[in-house]
């Protein structure tokens, strides 16, 4: 079992900027960052391996993933944040190489966060 936890969440005005962060028990092939919000799905929002990151289409440019040299703490970088930024965020891991390189974010998450909240105001 990997253990997760996400912290730097908070309320800020759209424009502004976090950084979230999640250590992790013990390593893995990868890790990502999901988020959700009320009454709909939860989405991939950027996924880290040995190779390029990942980001969702929606965050490209303004959100950058990263993790430290012994890849147990992973970051989530956010600027120009925006009002439908809001969520929570959860720090997921995954010790699947062919899911982690899939891109797929059904597929990714073998463990998960108890997640950390997200406000942006407009």
């Known amino acids: 079992q990997v253990q997760l936890a996400e912290s730097g969440g908070g309320t800020v005005q759209a424009g502004g900027s976090l950084r979230l962060s999640c250590v992790a028990s013990?390593?893995?092939?990868?890790m990502a960052w999901f988020r959700q919000v009320p009454g709909k799905k939860r989405e991939g929002v950027a996924v880290i391996s040995d190779r390029q990151p990942h980001y969702a289409d929606s965050v490209k440019g303004r959100f950058t993933i990263s993790q430290d040299d012994a890849k147990t703490t992973l970051y989530l970088q956010m600027n120009n944040l925006k009002y439908e930024d809001t969520g929570m965020y959860y720090c997921?891991?995954?010790?699947?190489?062919?899911?982690?390189?899939?891109?797929?974010?059904?597929?990714?998450?073998?463990?998960w966060g108890k997640g950390t909240l997200v406000t942006v105001s407009s």
């Open positions: 997921a891991a995954d010790v699947h190489p062919a899911d982690c390189y899939s891109n797929s974010w059904p597929d990714i998450g073998d463990y």
């Open positions: 013990s390593r893995t092939f990868c």
